[in-house]
């Protein structure tokens, strides 16, 4: 298995709190993703990162930020909780193929289940 | 813009019968195409992929899947179902314009149920 952890594993926390979410990972991938997993929309991109400190917006940014100061870490923040953001989070990674582009096989971590009452 | 279809939210059938869950994409550009399996309370774990080289891939655990273009399908098949394969099933899409480091589009995903 790829080395991927996420910390915490299971949150509760109550709306209008900030929150923060991490991946650590042991490959050295240049790519990060997060992920967000809700029933009936399979999981959606909320930011992905192409290398340390450069990050860009997925389909489903809006309330979150992120942040990568080291290759191996990729933290994702709520700045204000809110219930609608009551989901499971999948931090995963992928590196360069051959040819320099990504290799778009993706691994990811165990999941962080977070409730926001 | 891609997106991915998944045909059926929940598949159920017999153990040992055939498994087929189906996915359609939409992509403007030839696209990588993924199945991802995910059992209860675990994160997703590829099955296989198609990058272009044979259009009939196989992946783990027996399951393979074909590409058809001209039908814009990747549907993921298995001749046997065993109980083992009661998973959630995601397929998944990524365009190559721009490297794909942008991240992949999934389906809605498939519950796949195994009838002892």
């Known amino acids: 298995d790829a080395g991927i952890t996420q910390s915490p594993r299971h949150k509760v926390t109550e709306t209008g709190t900030p929150v923060t979410l991490r991946c650590h990972q042991t490959e050295n991938h240049r790519y990060m993703y997060w992920y967000r997993q809700d029933p009936g929309h399979g999981l959606r991109l909320i930011h992905y990162?192409?290398?340390?400190?450069?990050?860009d917006k997925g389909e489903v940014s809006d309330g979150y930020s992120v942040s990568r100061s080291k290759t191996e870490d990729f933290l994702l923040t709520l700045e204000s909780a809110t219930s609608s953001q009551t989901s499971v989070y999948f931090c995963?990674?992928?590196?360069?193929?051959?040819?320099?582009?990504?290799?778009?096989?993706?691994?990811f971590g165990p999941g962080t289940r977070l409730t926001v009452l | 813009a891609q997106s991915v279809t998944q045909l059926g939210s929940h598949v159920s059938v017999s153990e040992g019968a055939l498994v087929l869950l189906r996915c359609n994409y939409s992509?403007?550009?030839?696209?990588?195409l993924f199945w991802y399996v995910q059992y209860p309370n675990q994160g997703l774990q590829l099955l296989l992929k198609?990058?272009?080289?044979?259009?009939l891939v196989k992946g783990i655990n027996g399951f393979e899947a074909e590409f058809k273009k001209s039908e814009t399908s990747f549907h993921l098949t298995k001749p046997s179902a065993h109980m083992s394969d009661a998973a959630e099933y995601f397929c998944?899409?990524?365009?190559?314009?721009?490297?794909?480091?942008?991240?992949?589009?999934f389906g809605k995903g498939t519950h796949l149920i195994i009838q002892p």
């Open positions: 990162s192409y290398g340390v400190k450069d990050t």
């Open positions: 992509s403007s550009v030839p696209p990588y």
């Open positions: 995963a990674i992928s590196d360069s193929d051959r040819q320099g582009g990504v290799d778009n096989e993706q691994f």
């Open positions: 998944a899409v990524s365009d190559r314009s721009g490297g794909g480091a942008d991240g992949l589009t």
């Open positions: 198609y990058t272009s080289a044979a259009t």
